[in-house]
T-cell receptor, first 113, second 114 residues
Framework: GQQLNQSPQSMFIQEGEDVSMNCTSS?????WLWYKQEPGEGPVLLIA?????ELTSNGRLTAQFGITRKDSFLNISASIPSDVGIYFC?????????????FGTGTLLAVQP | DAGVIQSPRHEVTEMGQEVTLRCKPI?????LFWYRQTMMRGLELLIY????????DSGMPEDRFSAKMPNASFSTLKIQPSEPRDSAVYFC????????????FGPGTRLTVT
């Protein structure tokens, strides 16, 4: 089945640093979503992208829909301790699998004060 | 507006017992998804419904698992009989079909089968 490769698997950074993570696929996607999951909670939707090349921000978070439609990137600027969690990418492939999403394996982010 | 509601938040049961997990989707959403999350396998889609109708249950691991959606505001996931390998966090998510693919997750039910 289709898979999303997410990297890096984990990141350990100092507070104030910028963070970059990405998600790649071997096939084309129509939609990219980025979620954050904190311990003991469900994934929370951060950003949704619907057009190739689209760049969308949500506070200190910025995500981009790759021009090739096979990748997406998430950047976090000036990280703070509450950014800790697992970040998942998810996508809707082309052609669509009805309204199912494919999820990446997640990037664990740890921020040291 | 309230988000997706799941109950119970935690469930501890003995092997062989029946377990029922409950979900209330966001009001107005017409697609509902059940996921299971483990360290080994990550987030797995078990089954999803559109307009209360099961569309794809190919992710349901065995006949011991069943899911129902009797109306637009309620769904259950049942495991009978439960086994230790069913221990995981089970999430329910909902979305607005044909509007966007944005799924909104509940807080999850952490199931431990001893």
């Amino acid at each position: 089945g289709q898979q999303l490769n997410q990297s890096p698997q984990s990141m350990f950074i100092q507070e104030g640093e910028d963070v970059s993570m990405n998600c790649t696929s071997s096939s084309i996607f129509n939609t990219w979503l980025w979620y954050k999951q904190e311990p003991g909670e469900g994934p929370v939707l951060l950003i949704a992208l619907y057009k190739a090349g689209e760049l969308t921000s949500n506070g200190r978070l910025t995500a981009q829909f790759g021009i090739t439609r096979k990748d997406s990137f998430l950047n976090i600027s000036a990280s703070i301790p509450s950014d800790v969690g697992i970040y998942f990418c998810a996508g809707q492939p082309s052609p669509p699998l009805a309204n199912k999403l494919i999820f990446g394996t997640g990037t664990l982010l740890a921020v040291q004060p | 507006d309230a988000g997706v509601i799941q109950s119970p938040r935690h469930e501890v049961t003995e092997m062989g017992q029946e377990v029922t997990l409950r979900c209330k989707p966001i009001s107005g959403h017409n697609s509902l998804f059940w996921y299971r999350q483990t360290m080994m396998r990550g987030l797995e889609l078990l089954i999803y419904f559109n307009n209360n109708v099961p569309i794809d249950d190919s992710g349901m691991p065995e006949d011991r698992f069943s899911a129902k959606m009797p109306n637009a505001s309620f769904s259950t996931l049942k495991i009978q009989p439960s086994e230790p390998r069913d221990s995981a966090v089970y999430f329910c998510a909902s979305s607005l079909m044909w509007s966007s693919y944005e799924q909104y997750f509940g807080p999850g039910t952490r199931l431990t089968v001893t």
